[in-house]
C-alpha cells in the first residue's frame, strides 16, 4: 500500500526567502505526480503535475522535482511572499493510472 | 472552462441523520474521485469512478457510505446513519481520463459538522 510522507509538517518563514517542501512515498511504481496548493475552508488547486518519465517542472516561482528511483519529490519556491501561505499537499498515482494518495501536507505561513 | 461543482457547501446534522453531496465535474472528464479530508490531515480517497463503474472502494465504509455516478457524469455521496467521526470535507475531483498524464481537478468540497 502506497504511504506518502510530507516533512515538515508545518513551516514558518520570513518574506523573501527560498523555501523547500519535501514528499517521500513509498512505493516507487507511481505514473506521475502532483502538488497542490490548500487555502483554508477551500478545496484544491492544482499546481504542477510531474510525469514519472520526467525530472522536474517548473511554473513561475514554483519548482518541483521527481527522483522516482528514491521516492522523493520537492518543491522549490522561490522569493516567498504572504500571498503564498496555504497547505501544500503532494499526491501520487499509482501505475495503473488509478487512484491518487495524498501526503499529510505542510502549512506553510510566510511573515510579512 | 467550468469547473468541478459541488453543493452543498456546508451542512450541519444530527448523528444518526443521513446526508447527501452532490458533485458535477467538468464535462467530458471520465474519471470521478470523493475524497475525504478531517482536519490537519490530507485528502484519503473513498472512491473513484471511471464513467459510471467503480474502479476502487477499498476504502469505503460501505456499511453506513455509498455512491453512484448514474449516466457516468454527475454523481451523490450518501452517509446513512452519520457518525460524529464522519465531520470533515468531502471534496470532489475529475480527471479527463484513467492514467495517461491526466491532472487531476478539485471542487471546492461541503463541509460536514456531525453533531
Known amino acids: 500500500k502506497q504511504e506518502v510522507t510530507q516533512i515538515p509538517a508545518a513551516l514558518s518563514v520570513p518574506e523573501g526567502e527560498n523555501l523547500v517542501l519535501n514528499c517521500s512515498f513509498t512505493d516507487s511504481a507511481i505514473y506521475n505526480l502532483q502538488w497542490f496548493r490548500q487555502d483554508p475552508g477551500k478545496g484544491l488547486t492544482s499546481l504542477l503535475l510531474?510525469?514519472?518519465?520526467?525530472r522536474e517542472q517548473t511554473s513561475g516561482r514554483l519548482n518541483a522535482s521527481l527522483d522516482k528511483s528514491s521516492g522523493r519529490s520537492t518543491l522549490y519556491i522561490a522569493a516567498s511572499q504572504p500571498g503564498d501561505s496555504a497547505t501544500y499537499l503532494c499526491?501520487?498515482?499509482?501505475?495503473?493510472?488509478?487512484?491518487?494518495?495524498f501526503g499529510g501536507g505542510t502549512r506553510l505561513m510566510v511573515k510579512p | 472552462e467550468a469547473g468541478v461543482a459541488q453543493s452543498p457547501r456546508y451542512k450541519i446534522i444530527e448523528k444518526r441523520q443521513s446526508v447527501a453531496f452532490w458533485c458535477n465535474p467538468i464535462s467530458g472528464h471520465a474519471t470521478l474521485y470523493w475524497y475525504q479530508q478531517i482536519l490537519g490531515q490530507g485528502p484519503k480517497l473513498l472512491i473513484q469512478f471511471q464513467n459510471n463503474g467503480v474502479v476502487d472502494d477499498s476504502q469505503l465504509p460501505k456499511d453506513r457510505f455509498s455512491a453512484e455516478r448514474l449516466k457516468g457524469v454527475d454523481s451523490t455521496l450518501k452517509i446513512q446513519p452519520a457518525k460524529l467521526e464522519d465531520s470533515a470535507v468531502y471534496l470532489c475531483?475529475?480527471?479527463?481520463?484513467?492514467?495517461?498524464?491526466?491532472?487531476?481537478?478539485f471542487g471546492q468540497g461541503t463541509r460536514l459538522t456531525v453533531v
Open positions: 475531483a475529475s480527471s479527463l481520463a484513467q492514467g495517461f498524464g491526466t491532472e487531476a481537478f
Open positions: 499526491a501520487v498515482r499509482d501505475n495503473a493510472g488509478n487512484m491518487l494518495t
Open positions: 510531474i510525469q514519472s518519465s520526467q
